[in-house]
């Protein structure tokens, strides 16, 4: 059973338009939940980690978490097309446990 | 402030030998923690080092093991090298607390022909 779940898309919206992605995770006990960007050919970069239930901005990106649903979201605003790349889910259970990676949505801005 | 740095960026090897990777973590983190990541997957996680110890482990056999020093820097070998192999490995390093996130370097091309 995956531990962390994403849909691996393609998600294609239009340039300017609200993005939004979506994880599962099925261990109850997750403490810590991160988001990363990877573009083609590179290595993750992290855009945003998330602790406690409710929403987090950071510009145009905002994440969302909602423990006792065990999801926990992405939306980015005003798309732009360097928005185009594999989005990671990434969750961590406890400080010494290892941070496990959802197989990441491919997101696509269309000008 | 320097970031993760692996080396080398690219490497072919051939079925059955063996091959070492070299990670430096960032500046002032203590944990290590090694990924491997196939073309449309996301990373998996291989295993992850903490005071020059393996603390914890995927499900990845013993033919990849590893090692870290005591400046933090950490080694990953992988033996009898199979074509199975060939992916992305992302070194990643962190503080030992629940919230540190990982930051990644750019990695190691790894080929086996």
């Known amino acids: 059973q995956k531990e962390v779940e994403q849909n691996s898309g393609p998600l294609s919206v239009p340039e300017g338009a609200i993005a939004s992605l979506n994880c599962t995770y099925s261990d109850r006990g997750s403490q810590s939940f991160f988001w990363y960007r990877q573009y083609s050919g590179k290595s993750p970069e992290l855009i945003m980690s998330?602790?406690?239930?409710g929403d987090k901005e950071d510009g145009r990106f905002t994440a969302q978490l909602n423990k006792a649903s065990q999801y926990v979201s992405l939306l980015i605003r005003d798309s732009q097309p360097s928005d185009s790349a594999t989005y990671l889910c990434a969750v961590k259970y406890s400080s010494a446990s290892k941070i496990i990676f959802g197989s990441g949505t491919r997101l696509s801005i269309r000008p | 402030d320097a970031g993760v740095t692996q080396s080398p960026t690219h490497l072919i090897k051939t079925r059955g030998q063996q091959v070492t990777l070299r990670c430096s973590p960032k500046s002032g983190h203590d944990t290590v923690s090694w990924y491997q990541q196939a073309l449309g997957q996301g990373p998996q996680f291989i295993f992850q080092?903490?005071?020059?110890?393996?603390?914890q482990r995927g499900n990845f056999p013993d033919r990849f093991s590893g090692h870290q020093y005591p400046n933090y820097s950490s080694e990953l070998n992988v033996n009898a090298l199979l074509l199975g192999d060939s992916a992305l490995y992302l070194c990643?390093?962190?503080?030992?607390?629940?919230?540190?996130?990982?930051?990644f370097g750019n990695g190691t091309r790894l080929t086996v022909t």
């Open positions: 998330i602790y406690s239930n």
């Open positions: 080092y903490y005071e020059e110890e393996e603390r």
């Open positions: 990643a390093s962190s503080h030992d607390r629940a919230n540190s996130p990982l930051h």
